[in-house]
């Protein structure tokens, strides 16, 4: 059993949500007594404007399994579901949204998945494999024994409007699962359930929430996806803007560089500044064509202009290459941090 002996921790970020704050409660309670296993409610105020927080510590006063967290402002929901993975108790933690769509209903569902037996949408790491092992058999073996570290609900039938929430997000997700290979059809649902040890590890910056399964897939832990049940909202103003949808590309492009050149940036810059001293060296030599079959003056020639940009550009991204290769080495050995995570060993 985990810290004070609580099996589960229920996070919910909440922004001015005073009309959904107790019926969320009451429902939640309802289902979590009848799993019959020691819990607590964590609430994050993000800097609510309303009577979210005082409705928050009334039900506080009333069930000590309830806690709350109360930011000066609104930081956003990776700040708020980061400060309460920090502050869970639970093994397994589940996060999901304070606006009443996510139904508590569902939370059963997702514990049940995380100890089933099928096999994981994301395997145990290949250096885990032992020589001579046949890599499935090994992670499903694995799989047998331990079930998932992550199970991502998927809203389906999704009650939100069309063109300003589910188009959106059906092309972010479809970009997202595309670029890191994670095949989960919702990224952007919050209702999901975390073993504590693979959540703890995982820290969030900016909007990176949605995220969150693919940090954990890159640490090698084992996702699973169930269908779960969404609801219109009752009570209160939704806070998504399609502005956002800007900010879920940006951190597209910000997660593929993490994922695929955080340890190795020379490879990504260094590949940029290849193609750019490439290009130059072809306008250098357009150039020179030029002089010796139309013998074209090299006196402020386009492809002379050119040329010298690409090989100033080509050089630049290779040094910056070079200076990622020292701040990445700088940052793994100064904290006699690893490159690697390991999930277990005898």
């Not at 919910?12 to 289902?31: A, C, H, Q, S």
């Not at 199970?151 to 039938?157: E, L, P, S």
């Amino acid at each position: 059993m985990a810290e004070g002996g609580i099996f589960l921790s229920i996070v919910i970020p909440v922004y001015d949500e005073e009309g959904n704050i107790f019926l969320l409660y009451e429902r939640l309670v309802k289902v979590l007594e009848r799993i019959d296993k020691p819990f607590e409610i964590i609430y994050i105020d993000d800097g609510s404007t309303d009577r979210t927080w005082e409705i928050v510590r009334q039900i506080g006063i009333k069930d000590s399994r309830v806690r709350g967290v109360r930011f000066r402002r609104n930081f956003g929901q990776a700040a708020a579901l980061s400060a309460g993975f920090s502050k869970a108790r639970g093994e397994i933690v589940v996060s999901m949204d304070g606006d009443g769509q996510n139904a508590p209903e569902d939370i059963p569902r997702l514990l049940e998945k995380m100890s089933s037996r099928e096999s994981t949408l994301s395997a145990a790491p290949a250096a885990q494999t032992g020589p001579g092992k046949n890599s499935g058999e090994n992670d499903k073996s694995m799989t047998e024994q331990e079930g998932y570290d992550v199970v991502n609900g998927w809203r389906r039938d999704r009650k939100d409007k069309l063109f300003s929430r589910r188009i959106p997000s059906w092309i972010a997700n479809r970009l997202i699962a595309l670029l890191t290979g994670l095949e989960i059809h919702d990224f952007g649902c919050t209702l999901r359930a975390y073993r504590r040890d693979i959540i703890q590890d995982i820290n969030l910056y900016g909007e990176m929430h949605r995220m969150i399964p693919v940090l954990a897939h890159w640490t090698g832990a084992r996702i699973a996806e169930i269908e779960v049940t969404h609801h219109a909202r009752e009570t209160g103003v939704s806070k998504y803007s399609i502005g956002r949808t800007l900010n879920v590309i940006l951190d597209i492009i910000t997660l593929k560089f993490f994922i695929g050149y955080f340890t190795r940036p020379l490879h990504l810059f260094g590949l940029l500044g290849a193609v750019s001293l490439v290009l130059g060296l072809g306008a250098f030599a357009a150039l020179i064509l030029m002089k010796i079959l139309s013998n074209v003056d090299m006196t402020g020639n386009p492809f002379l202009i050119l040329g010298v940009l690409l090989f100033i550009i080509g050089a630049q991204l290779v040094m910056m290459g070079l200076l990622g290769e020292i701040n990445i080495r700088t940052y793994y050995e100064a904290q006699n941090k690893p490159t690697y995570t390991i999930r277990e060993s005898f």
